[in-house]
């Protein structure tokens, strides 16, 4: 038994240096490249619109604000400033969304984003990301990369394709330190030891971001209030908690193997899919000796098996917010696809570490 773990955990670290690293290192290039373009094109945003100022920066060979969605989509993340005059408000009615509301309407003068402020008082997502796609299209034309780069049409949300090859969507948003979303409230579980009250205080206080984008779980509804609701995201949050032992090591397989091996019509998984599954299996494990690398073979298996059931049973509770479904609006033969595939490629490294070189 522990020569068959060692076998795979040697396959695996080997496959992280093969494979994983080459995938980090070819994304990291295209990163450089995309950013390079964005940046431009946000510089132009900038000349005209002021209160649209690129937060996209290089900070020690990162770049902040910037998701890899899959190795030839991207998302960056505006931050926009001064949110002051408004109060955050999640009852829960719209799930992974909140609305920003004025805390008092004589304060409507006060807000830089005063034309965006809707009759009944809520800064409206849509209104900002209508301003900014119109602000994007005009910077595409005027870029020193206009040749590369056009508009994603038929879309709401700020979208580019560079050099017919990447896509990059550029999200307007707030970020919010030092509170907690109400809808996030369960989180931690009482009666689970990880991630610990030092963590999850840090955690807490890294805050969350309101991004200004479609919000997937409200396709279909278009009430007024929906569609200036904002989406909430945990990226810094979620990263923090996968600092120690062997998570980002793991988690870099998986997408990996995602990325290779998952990539399927109806676009089923995603990485994010397989970051909010690390989370969990990190709740099942809170010990850190369950972190050490010789336990990365157990740890990768854990969350297989965890995702053919998600997929099985067609949900998957997003990690902080667990009444929003990251399957929702999925097609079922896609995520019944997936589960097939999966169950393949677990079978495969369960039993023939091996496989790996194949993979």
């Not at 990059?168 to 009666?191: D, L, N």
């Not at 923090?240 to 793991?250: F, P, V």
């Not at 290779?260 to 994010?272: F, S």
């Not at 589960?339 to 677990?346: C, D, I, V």
């Amino acid at each position: 038994m522990i020569a068959t773990q060692a076998k795979l955990v040697y396959q695996l670290n080997k496959y992280y240096s093969e494979r994983c690293q080459t995938r980090k290192a070819a994304i990291a290039k295209t990163i450089r490249e995309v950013c390079k373009v964005v940046s431009d094109v946000l510089k132009e945003v900038e000349v005209q619109e002021p209160r649209f100022i690129s937060s996209l920066s290089e900070i020690e060979a990162r770049f902040e604000g910037m998701e890899v969605i899959a190795p030839n989509e991207f998302e960056v993340v505006l931050y926009l400033n001064q949110m002051g005059v408004f109060n955050f408000v999640d009852d829960g009615s719209l799930p992974g969304c909140a609305v920003l509301k004025l805390s008092d309407g004589r304060k409507r003068s006060m807000s830089l984003w005063v034309e965006f402020i809707t009759a009944s008082g809520y800064l409206s997502a849509r209104k900002i990301r209508s301003r900014f796609q119109t602000l994007v299209a005009q910077a595409v034309d005027k870029c020193s990369y206009r040749d590369v780069v056009k508009m994603v049409a038929d879309t709401s949300e700020v979208k580019l394709r560079i050099r017919e090859r990447y896509v990059v969507q550029i999200t307007p948003a707030f970020k919010c330190t030092g509170i907690w979303p109400r809808s996030a409230a369960q989180w931690p579980m009482p009666h689970i030891p990880w991630p610990g009250p030092n963590r999850v205080a840090e955690v807490k206080a890294e805050g969350f971001n309101l991004l200004s984008k479609e919000c997937y779980s409200l396709t279909g509804k278009q009430s007024s209030a929906e569609s200036d609701a904002w989406v909430l995201q945990f990226s810094e949050a979620e990263n923090r908690l996968l600092m120690a032992g062997c998570r980002k090591r793991c988690l870099s397989v998986l997408k990996t193997l995602r990325d290779r091996h998952l990539e399927l019509p109806g676009q089923p998984l995603n990485n994010y899919h397989m970051k909010t599954l690390l989370l969990y299996e990190c709740e099942k494990h809170p010990r850190e000796t369950d972190w050490d690398e010789s336990c990365l073979g157990d740890r990768l298996n854990g969350i297989l098996l965890q995702l053919i059931s998600c997929l099985q049973c067609r949900r998957c509770p997003h990690y902080f917010l667990p009444n929003l479904d990251l399957f929702q609006g999925k097609p079922h033969s896609a995520l019944e696809a997936a589960a097939k595939q999966t169950w393949r490629l677990a079978r495969e490294i369960l039993t023939n570490a091996k496989s790996l070189d194949k993979l």
